[in-house]
C-alpha cells in the first residue's frame, strides 16, 4: 500500500522531508514594553513564563537582542523597513496620536511587502502605532481608513491604532472600525475637548486605576486615556479581554492559513499601559497588574504556539519573540507596579528603563525557534530588530534592492548556526530628546544631548517629568559594556580617543544612506 502510494507521488511525508529549505511561515510576537529581565530564561523569578522559556528551550536565546529605539514608533518603524527612524525627513516617528498620519510612505518596502513579494500571506494582529491616513489629526474614523497596514504590505489587519492608553479605544479591521454603529460617529481629538462624557480628571471615582494628568482624559471601561473621543459606544474595546480577542484571531489565522507560507505580525498589548489582566490572571503574580499582564503575555505566546501545533505547522514556523522597547514601572497609572515591584529587575541590571537611550531602554528579549534550523542555544551575538527585513529576504532567497533597508542586516547563518555572513559589530540606540547613541563592539557611546529639553514624548505630555529627566545626557558618556554592562562609570575621560572617534563613525552613520 505504503509503495504504490509512493509511486502515486501521493505520500507527502518523504517529498517534504527532502526538501528541508521550503520557506517557513514567519510568527512575529512582538511585546509592548516588556524588559529585558522580565521573562524567567531572562533570569525573572517572581514572573513564571512558562511558554516563552520553552521557545527559548526550542530554540536560540539572543543576550544582545535590540530595539533600535527606547520608544515604540520609531522601533516599529525600523523593524518594518529596515531603516532607522531618524533618517526620515518628511514624516513624523516620534510617538504618534491615535490620528497621526501613516509614518511608512506606501510603496516603500517593508517586512510584509517583502515577504508577500515572496508568496507570504501577510497578517497584522493587534498594536499598530505607526499611523494612519496622511493628513494632520484629519483621520476619519467612520469611512474608510487608509493608507495603513493594507497600504504597505499586509493583506489583512486587525488592529488598534496607536496604544491601548490613547483614543480611539477600538479596534480596526483592514479599512473599518469593527462594531461601529453610524447612528454613534466616532469623534477623536488630541487638542480639544469633543465629548460630553466624563474625563478621568473630573470623576476619579469611576477609574479603576487612577491616572496622572496626561492620561486623564475620556473614561472608556473604567480607565481614563490620552485624548477626548465621543461616539463609537459599540466599538470600544474591553480591556480585561484585549489578550483573549488577540490570541483567537492569531489561532484562527494559523489555521486559515496553514496549506501556504504566511507572516504573522502579533503585536501584543501586554505589558504596555493601562495594565488590565483578564480575571483568570490576576493575582497570577505578587507584582500587580504589570506582573499579571506578563503572565498574560506569556499565555498569549503559548495560544500561539498550540495553533501551531494544532495546524501542524510548528516545525515549519520560524517562531520570533521579542519587545518594542524595554520596560516601564509607573508609565501614567497608579497600578502600584513600583510599589509591588520587590527586588524584581524589569531591565534585568541593564541601566535605564523605557524612553531612554541606555541599554535598559533597548536591549530586549529576543527568542527564535525554527526547530531543525535555527541551532539551539543562547547567543551573545547582537542581533537588532531592523535585521528581520535582510534576514526574512535571505530566507525567501530575495535581494534587498538597493536603497532599501539600509540598518538591516541578514542574521540568517546566525540564526541556523552557519559559519559565514555577517555579524553586527555597532548599532544606533534612539532615545527620547533626540538622543542617538553608538553601541560599537564593547563601547557605548552617548554623546551629550543636542537640546536640554525633554523632546519626543508625544502630544500632552508634561516634559518637566521627572521620570524623563535622565533622557537628558549632560555631558558625553561613554561606558565599556564588557567590563561595565550596567553602564556605571562614564570613562569618556578617560579615552578621548575613543570618544572622537566613536562621534565621527555615529556622524559617519546618519550621513550614510
Ligand atoms: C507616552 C505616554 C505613555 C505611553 C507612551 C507610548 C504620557 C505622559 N506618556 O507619551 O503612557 O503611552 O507614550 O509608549 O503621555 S510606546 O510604548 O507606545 O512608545
Ligand atoms: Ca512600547
Not at 191 to 199: D, I, L, W
Not at 239 to 265: C, G, M, N, T
Not at 373 to 385: A, F, T, W
Request: proline share 6%; hydrophobic share 40%.
Amino acid at each position: 500500500m505504503l509503495l504504490s502510494l509512493a509511486a502515486l507521488g501521493l505520500f507527502a511525508a518523504p517529498v517534504f522531508a527532502a526538501n528541508p529549505t521550503a520557506r517557513p511561515n514567519v510568527v512575529l510576537i512582538v511585546a509592548d514594553d516588556l524588559g529585558y529581565g522580565d521573562v524567567g530564561c531572562y533570569g525573572a523569578r517572581a514572573i513564571a513564563t512558562p511558554h516563552i522559556d520553552r521557545l527559548a528551550a526550542q530554540g536560540r536565546r539572543f543576550t544582545q537582542g535590540y530595539a533600535p529605539a527606547s520608544t515604540c514608533t520609531p522601533s516599529r518603524y525600523a523593524l518594518m523597513t529596515g531603516e532607522y527612524a531618524w533618517r526620515q525627513q518628511t514624516k513624523q516617528t516620534t510617538i504618534l496620536d491615535g490620528d497621526a498620519p501613516l509614518s511608512i510612505t506606501p510603496g516603500h518596502l517593508t517586512l510584509p511587502s517583502l515577504l508577500k513579494q515572496a508568496g507570504y500571506t501577510t497578517a497584522l494582529i493587534g498594536k499598530w502605532h505607526l499611523g494612519l491616513g496622511d493628513g494632520e489629526h484629519a483621520v476619519d474614523f467612520n469611512g474608510d481608513i487608509r493608507p495603513g497596514p493594507l497600504e504597505v504590505g499586509f493583506d489583512s489587519a486587525f488592529f488598534i491604532p496607536a496604544t491601548v492608553d490613547r483614543v480611539p479605544t477600538v479596534f480596526i479591521e483592514n479599512h473599518r472600525v469593527i462594531g461601529l454603529d453610524p447612528t454613534d460617529p466616532i469623534r477623536v481629538s488630541y487638542q480639544k475637548r469633543v465629548s460630553n462624557e466624563p474625563t478621568g480628571a473630573e470623576r476619579p471615582d469611576l477609574l479603576k486605576q487612577r491616572a496622572d494628568a496626561q492620561h486623564a482624559g475620556v473614561i472608556v471601561n473604567g480607565i481614563s486615556r490620552i485624548g477626548s473621543m465621543s461616539g463609537g459606544k459599540d466599538a470600544r474595546w474591553i480591556d480585561e479581554d484585549l489578550a483573549d480577542v488577540i490570541a483567537r484571531r492569531s489561532a484562527r489565522f494559523i489555521e486559515a492559513h496553514k496549506a501556504k507560507p504566511f507572516f504573522l505580525y502579533l503585536g501584543t498589548f501586554d505589558p504596555h499601559v493601562p495594565r488590565v489582566p483578564h480575571a483568570r490572571f490576576v493575582g497570577a503574580t505578587q507584582l500587580g497588574p504589570r506582573g499579571d499582564v506578563i503572565a498574560e503575555l506569556d499565555w498569549t505566546v503559548g495560544e500561539v504556539l498550540a495553533a501551531l501545533d494544532r495546524a501542524g505547522v510548528a516545525d515549519n514556523t520560524l517562531v520570533i519573540v521579542t519587545s518594542d522597547n524595554g520596560p516601564a514601572l509607573f508609565d501614567g497609572y497608579f497600578d502600584q507596579a513600583e510599589e509591588l515591584n520587590g527586588d524584581h529587575r524589569p531591565a534585568g541590571g541593564l541601566r535605564g528603563w523605557k524612553y531612554l537611550a541606555y541599554e535598559g531602554g533597548t536591549r530586549v528579549p529576543f527568542i527564535a525557534r525554527w526547530p531543525g534550523h535555527v541551532s539551539v542555544g543562547v547567543d551573545e551575538r547582537m542581533i537588532c530588530l531592523s535585521d528581520l527585513l535582510a534576514t526574512c529576504a535571505s530566507l525567501t532567497g530575495q535581494k534587498l534592492p538597493a536603497g532599501t533597508g539600509t540598518d538591516s542586516l541578514d542574521q540568517l547563518r546566525v540564526l541556523t548556526g552557519q559559519p559565514g555572513g555577517a555579524i553586527r559589530t555597532e548599532l544606533v540606540e534612539q532615545g527620547i530628546s533626540n538622543t542617538l547613541a553608538l553601541r560599537a563592539g564593547e563601547w557605548k557611546f552617548i554623546p551629550a544631548s543636542p537640546q536640554q529639553q525633554v523632546s519626543g514624548m508625544g502630544s500632552g505630555a508634561n516634559p518637566s517629568d521627572k521620570r524623563w529627566g535622565e533622557s537628558i545626557v549632560r555631558e558625553d558618556a561613554l561606558y565599556n559594556l564588557a567590563t561595565d554592562p550596567a553602564e556605571q562609570v562614564n570613562v569618556a575621560a578617560k579615552y578621548p580617543a575613543t570618544v572622537s572617534a566613536l562621534r565621527a563613525r555615529l556622524e559617519k552613520i546618519k550621513r550614510s544612506r
